[in-house]
């Protein structure tokens, strides 16, 4: 299921966001992810958020931007300080804007180096849950 949000230039923006579980270092996820879908993760700014604590803390993030399909895709590292059932989840990955993220969902979950991949459904439960914020729309998940 997309998620989809006005974004902030008043077009829709379809967000899918993946929960994945793998030993693999960020670097050679996002180079394993390029090496399966022809991509070019690269090393990208960190995401820094604040805990309940009011800690910083920083996610190391790779992305890619297609200026061709207008698709964007973030992997980001999840720290393992959080509860139990986010324990078992290495990596969120966000896909914005693509047409084929049913496919791609497949794909991941055939790679040897995946041991857990699923997509995340906004619930009346978890829209407080902020996995990713992008300031420049109103489109929190």
Not at 19 to 36: C, D, G, H, K, M
Request: aromatic share 12%; charged share 20%.
């Amino acid at each position: 299921m997309k998620l989809k949000v006005e974004a902030g230039n008043g077009g829709i923006e379809q967000i899918t966001v993946l929960a994945v579980t793998s030993y693999e270092p960020i670097y050679r996820l996002a180079w394993l992810f390029n090496q399966q879908f022809g991509w070019n993760l690269a090393e990208s700014e960190a995401l820094c958020a604040m805990n309940e604590n009011n800690d910083l803390q920083y996610f190391p993030v790779y992305a890619w931007s297609d200026n061709e399909s207008g698709a964007n895709l973030y992997l980001v590292q999840h720290s393992e300080e959080q509860g139990t059932l986010m324990r078992i989840v290495n990596y969120w990955f966000r896909l914005e804007n693509t047409e084929n993220a049913s496919d791609i969902i497949q794909k991941i979950k055939t790679m040897t180096e995946i041991m857990y991949v699923q997509e995340m459904k906004p619930t009346s439960q978890n829209k407080k849950t902020v996995i990713f914020r992008n300031p420049l729309y109103n489109n929190n998940l």
